[in-house]
């Protein structure tokens, strides 16, 4: 390969990394301005998290289609037209005046960041040669949680200098330019598919998937070692850190930031470990105890100091970094071809995780509550009910380690299938 065909990998490669980032910056947004959305439209956690969560609904049902489309298409022609969508999705929660529109705009922009990792994974089957699939499939996790950072964190910072609106703006413009940027994807490189295929094979992918009740067992087991992102770092842990050490907002974020890059490294790691063991089982059986085992004292040691729970909150992270895993084992399960399908029927049951936590939390916490409000018509969320709340999270991670058991292995690298 020349050195200018290698350029144009790295560009596309960094295009779809970049593509993620956005998607993950405009997914979390709403966690760094839960206060001021709450405050400004008069909503109550269950409304705020149905609103925030709203977004995985279009989200999960454009997994398979999106999955299918870019096996047909390919990433340079859908991820440009997937950032304009996202681009359309957060000027409207921008411009919103009134809850429904919130809910409009995340719907919107659950649409076009559907295909926002299973892009990235698309972008590497085509470019990338098929041994590597696990290590840039945990190196692209990564770059999803610098998103979750810039839109916890780095969000957090901007909206107490220019206003939640202004800064919605600029990550919308940011979107509008990088679907510029993404025509600019290379073609495929490693294609395993003729034009016969495409259309006589379409849906074989699905068909394969939805008849292995093993990939069930891997799918559900995704959503809950995906919880640790979808239902604490996205949107509860920030709220949940200031009622705990009174603490402001942009100090609370951080609970969040060290979550995504340890959650972020972990990815790497996991990759790495799972080559190295020769098996993807032992390490996810390994994280999944880990990540418990760190999650129990971030939620329920009341004397923990701050700097500490950053620590828990990166070691939790890490140990929660199993998705290139259950992505290989599912990438496994179908020839190559199927590769953008199977990663987006897998993501789409991974996501659903967010889907129904997000809400469900909500819901724990003003039940909870018993209508507790304080002088002025505001909600009050205390350590006691996130606790609580947060008890059910544990549980499920902790039936998550019987699905272990039922997953087929693989090896660290992908199996060579046509």
């Given at each position: 390969?020349?050195?200018?065909?290698?350029?144009?990998?790295?560009?596309?490669?960094?295009?779809?990394?970049?593509?993620?980032?956005?998607?993950?910056?405009?997914?979390?947004?709403?966690?760094?301005?839960?206060?001021?959305?709450?405050?400004?439209?008069?909503?109550?956690?269950?409304?705020?998290?149905?609103?925030?969560?709203?977004?995985?609904?279009?989200?999960?049902?454009?997994?398979?289609?999106?999955?299918?489309?870019?096996?047909?298409?390919?990433?340079?022609?859908?991820?440009?037209?997937?950032?304009?969508?996202?681009?359309?999705?957060?000027?409207?929660?921008?411009?919103?005046?009134?809850?429904?529109?919130?809910?409009?705009?995340?719907?919107v922009l659950g649409l076009g960041s559907a295909s926002g990792f299973i892009g990235c994974t698309k972008v590497i089957s085509e470019l990338i040669h098929p041994r590597k699939y696990p290590l840039f499939v945990g190196i692209s996790m990564f770059v999803g949680c610098l998103g979750g950072i810039c839109g916890s964190l780095l969000t957090a910072y901007l909206v107490s200098h220019?206003?939640?609106?202004?800064?919605?703006?600029?990550?919308?413009?940011?979107?509008?330019?990088?679907?510029?940027?993404?025509?600019?994807?290379?073609?495929?490189?490693?294609?395993?598919?003729?034009?016969?295929?495409?259309?006589?094979?379409?849906?074989?992918?699905?068909?394969?998937?939805?008849?292995?009740?093993?990939?069930?067992?891997?799918?559900?087991?995704?959503?809950?070692?995906?919880?640790?992102?979808?239902?604490?770092?996205?949107?509860?842990?920030?709220?949940?850190?200031?009622?705990?050490?009174?603490?402001?907002?942009?100090?609370?974020?951080?609970?969040?930031?060290?979550?995504?890059?340890?959650?972020?490294?972990?990815?790497?790691?996991?990759?790495?470990?799972?080559?190295?063991?020769?098996?993807?089982?032992?390490?996810?059986?390994?994280?999944?105890?880990?990540?418990?085992?760190?999650?129990?004292?971030?939620?329920?040691?009341?004397?923990?100091?701050?700097?500490?729970?950053?620590?828990?909150?990166?070691?939790?992270?890490?140990?929660?970094?199993?998705?290139?895993?259950?992505?290989?084992?599912?990438?496994?399960?179908?020839?190559?071809?199927?590769?953008?399908?199977?990663?987006?029927?897998?993501?789409?049951?991974?996501?659903?995780?967010?889907?129904?936590?997000?809400?469900?939390?909500?819901?724990?916490?003003?039940?909870?509550?018993?209508?507790?409000?304080?002088?002025?018509?505001?909600?009050?969320?205390?350590?006691?009910?996130?606790?609580?709340?947060?008890?059910?999270?544990?549980?499920?991670?902790?039936?998550?380690?019987?699905?272990?058991?039922?997953?087929?292995?693989?090896?660290?690298?992908?199996?060579?299938?046509?």
């Amino acid at each position: 390969m020349s050195s200018n065909d290698k350029s144009k990998v790295a560009l596309s490669i960094a295009t779809g990394w970049m593509f993620y980032l956005l998607c993950y910056v405009s997914r979390v947004e709403p966690s760094a301005i839960s206060n001021e959305l709450m405050r400004e439209f008069s909503m109550t956690a269950s409304t705020f998290g149905l609103v925030v969560s709203s977004l995985y609904i279009t989200y999960c049902l454009m997994q398979i289609p999106s999955g299918i489309l870019l096996d047909k298409f390919g990433s340079r022609i859908i991820l440009p037209i997937s950032a304009l969508i996202c681009s359309i999705g957060i000027f409207i929660f921008g411009l919103s005046a009134i809850p429904a529109h919130l809910e409009i705009g995340r719907l919107v922009l659950g649409l076009g960041s559907a295909s926002g990792f299973i892009g990235c994974t698309k972008v590497i089957s085509e470019l990338i040669h098929p041994r590597k699939y696990p290590l840039f499939v945990g190196i692209s996790m990564f770059v999803g949680c610098l998103g979750g950072i810039c839109g916890s964190l780095l969000t957090a910072y901007l909206v107490s200098h220019f206003g939640w609106r202004s800064t919605t703006y600029a990550i919308a413009v940011f979107a509008f330019l990088l679907a510029i940027l993404a025509t600019r994807i290379s073609k495929p490189k490693y294609e395993q598919k003729s034009e016969t295929d495409q259309e006589t094979e379409l849906l074989n992918g699905i068909k394969i998937l939805s008849k292995n009740p093993k990939f069930w067992m891997l799918g559900i087991y995704g959503a809950i070692s995906y919880l640790p992102l979808s239902a604490i770092a996205e949107l509860w842990c920030i709220p949940f850190m200031e009622g705990k050490y009174a603490i402001q907002t942009s100090v609370a974020a951080l609970s969040a930031t060290f979550t995504f890059i340890g959650y972020g490294l972990g990815s790497i790691i996991t990759a790495e470990l799972a080559n190295l063991f020769k098996s993807c089982k032992k390490v996810l059986l390994i994280f999944t105890i880990l990540m418990i085992l760190t999650f129990i004292p971030i939620i329920y040691w009341d004397g923990m100091p701050l700097m500490l729970s950053y620590g828990m909150f990166f070691l939790f992270g890490i140990f929660g970094g199993t998705i290139p895993l259950f992505f290989t084992i599912a990438f496994s399960m179908v020839p190559k071809r199927y590769g953008g399908t199977s990663a987006g029927f897998t993501n789409m049951i991974v996501m659903t995780g967010g889907f129904v936590f997000q809400p469900l939390l909500g819901r724990l916490l003003d039940y909870f509550r018993g209508g507790m409000m304080d002088t002025s018509g505001i909600p009050v969320y205390t350590l006691e009910m996130y606790k609580s709340a947060f008890c059910v999270v544990l549980i499920c991670m902790i039936l998550s380690i019987f699905l272990i058991f039922v997953i087929d292995d693989v090896t660290g690298t992908t199996q060579e299938m046509e």
